[in-house]
């Protein structure tokens, strides 16, 4: 898969395993369906943050589940 390209099914796949990552409990937060795909080079960005820093604090994942929700539709 090559995530370089921004597809409807790219970013589902980066928003899920990102959810999966952080340990989302209330997935209604990670539905790919609320991310525009405009949003794709930022949301691919935190993911790759995300697999690149491994383990993360508390801290670190509310920071990065509070920029998710800020780049969320409204």
Do not use: C, W
């Amino acid at each position: 898969m090559n995530l370089n390209e921004a597809t409807k099914e790219n970013l589902s796949f980066i928003i899920n395993d990102m959810a999966d990552h952080l340990q989302v409990v209330n997935r209604s937060i990670m539905d790919p369906e609320d991310y525009d795909l405009e949003k794709y080079d930022e949301l691919k960005s935190l993911h790759d943050l995300i697999k690149q820093k491994g383990r993360l604090s508390v801290s670190e994942t509310e920071a990065f589940v509070q920029e998710l929700a800020s780049n969320r539709r409204k």
